[in-house]
C-alpha cells in the first residue's frame, strides 16, 4: 500500500502594521460614513414630532338637529373654515329626515277614538373634508357651533 501523502501545513498571512497617518486617514474616513447613515436614516426614519404631523387624509362629518335652518348655519361655519384651511370640501350632502311618531290617548280612562299624534323630525347633513391638515383639524376644534346640533367625526 501506498502511503497517503501529507499536505505542508497552511501559512497564515501576516498583516502590515499601518503607520499612524494612515490610521488618522481611516478614522476620518469612518466618521464620515458614520455621519451619512445617519443622515439618510434621519431622512427615512421620521421622529415622533413630525408622525404626530401627518395629516388625515379624510375627515367625515354627520350633523344631524331637530331645527334645518340652525343645522344649516352650523353646517355652512364648518365649510368656511374647512376652506379657509386648505382643505377640500364636499357637502353639505342632505341625508334622508328621520320622522318618529307618537301615538298618545287624550284622556285617560274612556273616549279611546281620541288621540294626539306627535312627531320629531331629525334634519341631517353630511359634509366630507379632503386632503385636510393639521391646521384645519385645528381649526375645527376651535369652532363654536349653535345649541342643538350633534356632530358625528370619523376620522380615516
Do not use: C, W, Y
Request: a positive charge; charged letters at 35%; zero cysteines.
Amino acid at each position: 500500500m501506498i502511503p497517503p501523502k501529507k499536505e505542508p501545513p497552511k501559512t497564515k498571512a501576516v498583516k502590515a502594521k499601518k503607520s499612524p497617518a494612515k490610521k488618522a486617514a481611516s478614522a476620518a474616513k469612518s466618521a464620515k460614513d458614520i455621519a451619512a447613515t445617519a443622515a439618510v436614516q434621519a431622512k427615512k426614519e421620521p421622529d415622533e414630532k413630525t408622525k404626530k404631523k401627518v395629516p388625515v387624509e379624510s375627515i367625515r362629518i354627520r350633523l344631524s338637529a331637530f331645527d334645518h335652518i340652525v343645522l344649516d348655519e352650523a353646517a355652512r361655519k364648518i365649510i368656511d373654515t374647512a376652506q379657509r384651511s386648505g382643505a377640500v370640501v364636499h357637502g353639505p350632502t342632505p341625508l334622508p329626515m328621520k320622522i318618529r311618531k307618537f301615538t298618545v290617548n287624550r284622556s285617560t280612562f274612556k273616549h279611546k277614538d281620541a288621540r294626539d299624534q306627535f312627531e320629531m323630525r331629525t334634519h341631517r347633513r353630511l359634509i366630507d373634508l379632503r386632503e385636510t391638515t393639521f391646521k384645519t383639524i385645528e381649526s375645527l376644534q376651535n369652532l363654536s357651533l349653535p345649541s342643538g346640533v350633534d356632530i358625528e367625526i370619523k376620522m380615516g
